[in-house]
């Protein structure tokens, strides 16, 4: 089965993996993403130029927002970018198409530009300049936004990254000549600018290779929600004394003294003194250069993980999931079909050894709804159905939704057994979902790893009276009653 990048192309994972590349899925794109401080920090030359030249660029956008008021066309030019979907990198996990960068994020990036960056390149407290910077404080650019856009600016090294693997490992029956659009930046027209590449081709497009030691998971090293949690952390890094002093004096004024103060009022402290005292995001910065090396260390277990998790455990089911050969087989319309997928995707996870891919290398159950979706949507690989993620009719967002016209619809919602809403959503959400979609079923598909939760299910169920509703799918993956690895 053709899933991931050595399957498409017949490499040996190994090759691949002396190359430094991560094996991305065809099919669906997997939640890494590159983070520019990996760069940053990078004992790599080439890395250090990669930082280097995406700070030019800001520079260079800076310089213009100075200069004057940015018309909507260069606005566009110079900061919207589509997504760089050929890196099957991201956060769409149907397929490879994401949103990119628009006219909003074009926004919020000039005026950052201007309001966060005011000695942006001429730093006093940090050792160097920094993309993320932008997502701190202001609104409107987030952690996605930021990968985009860092994708984006060093393309032309990706690009050629790319090429040479498949100069050297691919045969020319594989490949393509390709004039990519927006490869690199001409100070001199100030333009982005095509370039000519031989590429991995695959389908109707090209295929890009990103290296496994910029990459990480969850979130980019410096990022919002670690400098607020981290506060009160921050002042204790400014050398001045009475600075610090103001500072803390200042921050402890805005939160209740003789209670217990809610997030909502820690977060508007902290947002409010950073406001007054901007330099505290610098000092921040600081902190995490300093402590650079973790940054390496946690990417690179993050991406080992998910190595290990979407690739290999993923692959596995797969293939477990190809010997039932009836699984691959289309049958009745979207509601059999889905039914049939259902069904043998929880013999698999239940009686052949499936339910290991939800248990990190320590044997702890791993419970996030996103690697199910992720790992569901591979499994529908190959079917006439269209399979779409995240489907919002107006009503909100169902997981799936299996369509062969508009006349032949299904839903399907994932929950883990210890989601918190679970009550409720099974009381409402998927007739809401029905309704939206002019779907004519919807699946409720609750996974459960102890008996603990399996208890709690069942008590739900009995009291919403739903014990035998022929849509409400329970998965054992718990892993104290499964064979052994020798008889799986």
Same mark, same amino acid.
């Not at 650079?292 to 290999?312: C, F, I, P, T, W």
């Given at each position: 089965?053709? $899933?991931?990048?050595?399957?498409?192309?017949?490499?040996?994972?190994?090759?691949?993996?002396?190359?430094?590349?991560?094996?991305?899925? $065809?099919?669906?794109?997997?939640?890494?993403?590159?983070?520019?401080? $990996?760069?940053?920090?990078?004992?790599?030359?080439?890395?250090?130029?990669?930082?280097?030249?995406?700070?030019?660029?800001?520079?260079?956008?800076?310089?213009?927002?100075?200069?004057? &008021?940015?018309?909507?066309?260069?606005?566009?030019?110079?900061?919207?970018?589509? &997504?760089?979907?050929?890196?099957?990198?991201?956060?769409?996990?149907?397929?490879?198409?994401g949103r990119g960068l628009g006219v909003g994020f074009a926004r919020a990036l000039d005026a950052n530009l201007v309001h966060v960056f005011q000695n942006f390149g001429q730093e006093q407290i940090t050792r160097g300049s920094h993309l993320e910077k932008l997502c701190l404080i202001k609104s409107g650019v987030g952690r996605d936004m930021i990968s985009d856009f860092t994708t984006n600016l060093i393309k032309d090294y990706l690009l050629a990254y790319t090429a040479t693997f498949a100069a050297e490992h691919l045969s020319e029956d594989l490949v393509r000549t390709v004039s990519a659009p927006r490869a690199y930046f001409s100070y001199e027209t100030e333009r982005w600018m095509p370039k000519p590449y031989v590429l991995p081709f695959c389908g109707d497009d090209f295929v890009l290779l990103t290296p496994k030691d910029i990459l990480t998971k969850d979130e980019t090293w410096i990022n919002h929600n670690d400098m607020f949690n981290s506060f009160e952390d921050?002042?204790?890094?400014?050398?001045?004394?009475?600075?610090?002093?103001?500072?803390?004096?200042?921050?402890?004024?805005m939160i209740p003294r003789d209670r217990e103060w809610t997030t909502e009022e820690y977060d508007r402290a902290v947002a409010s003194t950073v406001l007054k005292y901007p330099q505290l995001i610098?000092?921040?910065?600081?902190?995490? &250069?300093?402590?650079?090396?973790?940054?390496?260390?946690?990417?690179?277990?993050?991406?080992?993980?998910?190595?290990?998790?979407?690739?290999?455990?993923?692959?596995? $089911?797969?293939?477990?999931?190809?010997?039932?050969?009836?699984?691959?087989?289309?049958?009745?319309?979207?509601? &059999?079909?889905?039914?049939?997928?259902?069904?043998?995707?929880?013999?698999?996870i239940e009686n052949k050894g499936g339910h290991r891919i939800f248990y990190d290398a320590q044997g702890e159950p791993v419970r996030r709804e996103r690697d199910v979706h992720i790992l569901f949507r591979l499994v529908w690989h190959g079917t006439p159905s269209d399979v779409s993620r995240e489907v919002d009719d107006g009503r909100g967002a169902a997981d799936f939704k299996i369509s062969r016209g508009a006349a032949d619809k299904t839903l399907v919602e994932f929950k883990l057994a210890t989601n918190t809403q679970l009550k409720r959503n099974l009381k409402r959400q998927q007739d809401?979902?029905?309704?939206?979609?002019?779907?004519?079923?919807?699946?409720?598909?609750?996974?459960?790893?102890?008996?603990?939760?399996?208890?709690?299910?069942?008590?739900?169920?009995?009291?919403?009276?739903?014990?035998?509703?022929?849509?409400?799918?329970?998965?054992?993956?718990?892993?104290?009653?499964?064979?052994?690895?020798?008889?799986?």
């Open positions: 089965m053709q $899933l991931y990048f050595t399957d498409f192309f017949g490499i040996p994972e190994d090759v691949l993996d002396q190359y430094g590349a991560f094996n991305v899925s $065809l099919i669906a794109d997997l939640p890494l993403f590159i983070d520019p401080f $990996l760069l940053f920090n990078s004992d790599k030359p080439e890395y250090h130029g990669l930082h280097d030249d995406i700070i030019r660029y800001l520079r260079f956008l800076r310089l213009k927002s100075e200069q004057r &008021e940015i018309s909507t066309a260069l606005m566009k030019a110079w900061y919207c970018f589509g &997504e760089v979907k050929q890196n099957w990198l991201g956060f769409c996990e149907s397929g490879n198409t921050i002042p204790n890094a400014v050398d001045n004394d009475q600075l610090r002093a103001e500072i803390n004096n200042y921050f402890y004024s610098d000092y921040y910065i600081k902190l995490k &250069e300093d402590r650079g090396d973790e940054a390496v260390a946690s990417s690179s277990a993050k991406v080992r993980q998910s190595d290990l998790l979407y690739v290999k455990q993923f692959g596995s $089911l797969a293939c477990l999931l190809q010997q039932e050969t009836a699984f691959y087989r289309v049958a009745g319309d979207t509601e &059999e079909e889905t039914r049939q997928k259902i069904g043998f995707f929880k013999d698999v809401i979902y029905k309704k939206a979609s002019d779907a004519k079923v919807g699946f409720k598909v609750i996974i459960f790893f102890s008996d603990h939760e399996l208890l709690r299910v069942h008590g739900i169920l009995r009291e919403l009276k739903m014990e035998n509703d022929r849509y409400v799918v329970l998965v054992d993956a718990r892993s104290d009653n499964k064979p052994s690895a020798s008889k799986a």
